[in-house]
């Protein structure tokens, strides 16, 4: 390693990232292909009807799940309705400023409601109290609490294990006891990004900052797509989109485990 | 020795005493205004913080980021809540008005001294004096401004010690940015007895545990 | 309240569970966790660092710039996220309760940021939301002529008491939060709403303030507990 080529200071990000790229390095030891720690909490709200907290690396993201009643929407009279939401606070990371949400924050929202969604983990049909007039709405929101990389996926997953243990609030309404919300198996998702022609799972903050490109796929315990969104402006050849995939299904299959069972 | 913790209004003084670093007066009493160590000094009792952001003095040696190029001169970014400004007059190349771009260019390192601060805190930055450059090799690390004593160590003891045993040629900005040249393996070995002074800074015993650490 | 003793088992002048975290977050220059009684609550600071635009900058001191935001999931029925006018009433309050605590001067044209997030709320968040604010700006390393803290005391069925509950702050007849700083027991922040007597809110304050002495040892052991680890 010659060092008039090493680069310069720490903070110089791109050339320094792209350095160690080249040799299969990561600025913080993993390999490309690796995951930071992982941790999971749930339950650890009282006001919220589910929550959850997760850490992956040093992002936390801050799972509340909030029920309400309300009209459905008029294609589907008989199920619930899912509303999601994200908050980028200034507190989780010296650039985000406070106001409405940004095109960031609105797109994590989105396609975390996606995986959620598509992957059918609600079982929507059980949310109907009267049809065509009165079903539970089911709002997930965000709460991103520090920032070093990779919301989407640590999004999703506190929004899977805030739900997989939510709670109906009938007392509330005087609608009875309260019932656990029925679901099925939670979507986890993977996010890749791409800077030069190195693609990293997982990726960091200081590797989201130099990235062209990024990409996202939700999985079901089944190995099957339910949601993708490529996102930023670079590109991704045919290629590389279907090993990402591969590798999603990998990695989700060890993270899905993570969540265990219902309780 | 016993370090003592103090905070932000502890007792850490009397009227037989005068307020130094971190410290403030209140009628006949010394108060420490920060989270830190205290310190006594003859009569200045002090206290060294042990977090916050790099507050520059004059006379710092500081290493610093080309931020923009203007046409007299350069702005440059010394880790601080306040950018500095490097003149043309300051620099030590001789260049006419406008022709700035050619020696510093946006993101070039640099060595400086903070040569003037005023009440609005600009902060006037020189490269006048022998140690001064643009950093054109080597790399250059940062760690907290409230370490940089540490890593120094009395009288320059501590980084004596990893010079000596890594070779490298070091040179520590008082804005905790670190200029490291060498072998790899010896830059790499010096980052990390580095790092491990940033996280271990005020226990005790640490300069055995870096000679210890570095071969010795 | 029954036999002396409130709802919740609680003596008049007793407080809620309190616990108290520094140093809890990654990205942030200070930061405090707050469990206080159902409260939870997080601090950060951010600063002091550059204050942008230029045209919003203090030549001769930084601005202290508190924001004190609810998470929809933190109440029982949930809040559209975003500042409503009680949130933006509550940040001006803070702000103005550290501002002169903190070593301003020092920082000409600089903003410190507070951020203030309540993820559970259960009556006096305002209160833990300042006091976890405080350790957060200490761990920050931002000078300060002390650690503000802050607790609330109220009126419940005619009898002072501390610390209220969301019960009884609904229920009860007046509601006192107050922050001082410890050392001279100077008034930083207060507000009230309610009906209390002249000595209903002596006795209100005093009781308030016996709160607030017994927190700010909580905050100080906080911060020594993260940093001794430090520091031997």
């Not at chain 2, 070779?167 to 905790?176: A, D, K, L, P, S």
């Given at each position: 390693m010659d060092i008039s080529d090493l680069a310069r200071l720490s903070s110089v990000k791109k050339d320094y990232l792209l350095k160690l790229a080249k040799e299969g390095k990561r600025c913080d030891g993993r390999k490309f292909d690796e995951y930071r720690d992982i941790k999971i909490e749930s339950n650890i709200l009282k006001n919220a009807e589910g929550s959850a907290r997760v850490k992956i690396g040093n992002t936390m993201v801050i799972a509340g799940i909030k029920l309400e009643i309300g009209e459905p929407y008029a294609d589907s009279p008989d199920k619930g309705?899912?509303?999601?939401?994200?908050?980028?606070?200034?507190?989780?990371?010296?650039?985000?400023?406070?106001?409405?949400?940004t095109p960031e924050a609105i797109e994590l929202a989105r396609v975390v409601d996606r995986g959620i969604r598509e992957s059918e983990y609600i079982e929507m049909e059980k949310?109907?109290?009267?049809?065509?007039?009165?079903?539970?709405?089911?709002?997930?929101?965000?709460?991103?609490?520090?920032?070093?990389?990779?919301?989407?996926?640590?999004?999703?997953?506190?929004?899977?294990?805030?739900?997989?243990?939510?709670?109906?609030?009938?007392?509330?309404?005087?609608?009875g006891e309260n019932a656990p919300l029925p679901v099925r198996s939670p979507p986890v998702s993977c996010t890749f990004v791409k800077f030069d022609n190195a693609i990293v799972v997982d990726p960091c903050a200081d590797e989201e900052e130099v990235a062209d490109a990024r990409f996202t796929v939700a999985i079901d315990e089944n190995g099957d797509i339910r949601a993708m969104q490529k996102g930023l402006s670079g590109r991704f050849t045919i290629e590389e989109i279907k090993n990402n995939i591969k590798r999603a299904q990998f990695h989700a299959s060890n993270i899905r485990k993570l969540l265990g069972e219902k309780k | 020795m016993i370090r003592k913790i103090v905070l932000p209004g502890s007792l850490v003084g009397d009227k037989s005493k005068l307020p130094g670093k971190g410290t403030f007066r209140e009628g006949e009493n010394i108060y420490s205004s920060r989270l830190g160590i205290l310190e006594e000094k003859g009569k200045y009792v002090n206290v060294i913080p042990l977090s916050g952001v790099y507050i520059p003095n004059v006379g710092d040696t500081i290493i610093g980021v080309v931020e923009e190029v203007y046409r007299n001169?350069?702005?440059?970014?010394?880790?601080?809540?306040?950018?500095?400004?490097?003149?043309?007059?300051?620099?030590?190349?001789?260049?006419?008005?406008?022709?700035?771009?050619?020696?510093?260019?946006?993101?070039?390192?640099?060595?400086?001294?903070?040569?003037?601060?005023?009440?609005?805190?600009?902060?006037?930055?020189?490269?006048?004096?022998?140690?001064c450059r643009k950093i054109e090799d080597g790399i250059v690390i940062d760690i907290q401004p409230s370490k940089v004593p540490r890593v120094?160590?009395?009288?320059?003891?501590?980084?004596?010690?990893?010079?000596?045993?890594?070779?490298?040629?070091?040179?520590?900005?008082?804005?905790?940015?670190?200029?490291?040249?060498?072998?790899?393996?010896?830059?790499?070995?010096?980052?990390?007895?580095?790092?491990?002074?940033?996280?271990?800074?005020?226990?005790?015993?640490?300069?055995?545990?870096?000679?210890?650490?570095?071969?010795? | 309240m029954k036999d002396g003793l409130r709802i919740d088992g609680r003596k008049p002048d007793e407080l809620r569970k309190i616990k108290i975290e520094a140093g809890v977050l990654y990205r942030a220059d200070g930061s405090c966790y707050i469990e206080w009684g159902g409260n939870k609550i997080l601090a950060a600071v951010y600063g002091p660092r550059e204050a942008l635009p230029r045209h919003i900058?203090?030549?001769?001191?930084?601005?202290?710039?508190?924001?004190?935001?609810?998470?929809?999931?933190?109440?029982?029925?949930?809040?559209?996220?975003?500042?409503?006018?009680?949130?933006?009433?509550?940040?001006?309050?803070?702000?103005?309760?550290?501002?002169?605590?903190?070593?301003?001067?020092?920082?000409?044209?600089?903003?410190?940021?507070?951020?203030?997030?309540?993820?559970?709320?259960?009556?006096?968040?305002?209160?833990?939301?300042?006091?976890?604010?405080?350790?957060a700006l200490a761990d920050a390393g931002i000078p300060m002529r002390d650690i503000p803290v802050a607790c609330a005391a109220g009126k419940v069925e005619g009898v002072v008491v501390l610390d209220l509950t969301s019960d009884e702050d609904k229920e009860g007849e007046a509601d006192l939060p107050v922050?001082?700083?410890?050392?001279?027991?100077?008034?930083?922040?207060?507000?009230?709403?309610?009906?209390?007597?002249?000595?209903e809110f002596e006795e209100a304050l005093e009781l308030a303030i016996k709160g607030c002495r017994e927190v700010a040892k909580l905050q100080k052991e906080a911060l020594l507990r993260k940093y001794s680890k430090e520091v031997e």
């Open positions: 309705a899912l509303s999601t939401s994200a908050e980028l606070p200034p507190l989780a990371s010296p650039e985000f400023e406070p106001g409405p949400p949310l109907c109290i009267t049809p065509g007039e009165k079903v539970w709405i089911v709002f997930i929101d965000l709460h991103i609490i520090d920032y070093d990389g990779n919301l989407f996926d640590t999004c999703l997953l506190a929004a899977s294990a805030a739900l997989q243990n939510a709670v109906i609030p009938n007392a509330r309404f005087g609608l | 001169g350069w702005i440059i970014d010394i880790k601080s809540p306040y950018s500095a400004f490097l003149s043309i007059e300051n620099s030590p190349w001789e260049m006419g008005y406008g022709e700035t771009s050619k020696y510093l260019k946006e993101k070039d390192i640099i060595i400086g001294i903070i040569s003037n601060i005023d009440e609005a805190k600009n902060i006037d930055v020189s490269m006048k004096d022998k140690q120094i160590g009395k009288k320059g003891s501590m980084l004596s010690t990893i010079k000596r045993y890594t070779g490298c040629w070091i040179f520590v900005g008082q804005n905790g940015r670190i200029w490291l040249k060498g072998e790899d393996e010896k830059v790499n070995l010096a980052v990390e007895a580095i790092k491990k002074i940033e996280k271990e800074a005020h226990t005790f015993g640490l300069t055995e545990r870096i000679i210890k650490m570095l071969g010795g | 900058q203090n030549p001769t001191k930084a601005l202290v710039n508190a924001r004190y935001n609810m998470a929809s999931f933190s109440v029982e029925e949930r809040k559209k996220p975003g500042p409503d006018r009680r949130s933006t009433e509550i940040s001006k309050v803070i702000s103005e309760a550290f501002e002169s605590v903190i070593f301003t001067e020092l920082f000409p044209r600089t903003t410190i940021d507070i951020c203030i997030e309540v993820l559970d709320a259960e009556a006096g968040t305002r209160c833990a939301g300042i006091t976890a604010a405080a350790v922050a001082i700083a410890p050392r001279t027991e100077e008034i930083l922040l207060m507000q009230m709403d309610g009906h209390l007597t002249y000595k």
